[in-house]
């Protein structure tokens, strides 16, 4: 069969329903979802979390009992840290993956918002 492979400029990759993610974290960690993403979304429970995506300087913050927004993003994997760890704080992650290996995703860590220069 000729199909096309699974690959992040293939817009049918983002058109269907993507794989289910869902990580907890209790400590400072991060989310590898070894697939590109096709959205992002992190609760943060008892404590606030920072997010920064594919271990670049973007980040923002996720205030303690909230739920970030659906963020439509294409990344790979994103740190969490907490702004303090104990019981009953932690962060949990959820994410919508694509057949994109993350292999088949380019470095975008040296574009402008992902990484201070």
Known sequence: MNLPPA???NTAEFLVSGWPYIKTLEENGSADFGYVTQ???VSA???NVTVTIDGG???????S??????FDFKCTS??????STGSGEKA?????LTNVTDDNFPDISAYTGIKEN
């Open 7 to 9: 690959h992040y400029g």
């Open 39 to 41: 959205w992002v979304c």
């Open 45 to 47: 429970i008892g404590t």
């Open 57 to 63: 300087g973007a980040t923002f913050v996720v205030p």
């Open 65 to 70: 009992g909230t739920i970030s927004p659906r």
């Open 78 to 83: 994103i740190g969490v840290t907490l702004e």
């Open 92 to 96: 949990c992650v959820s994410a919508g």
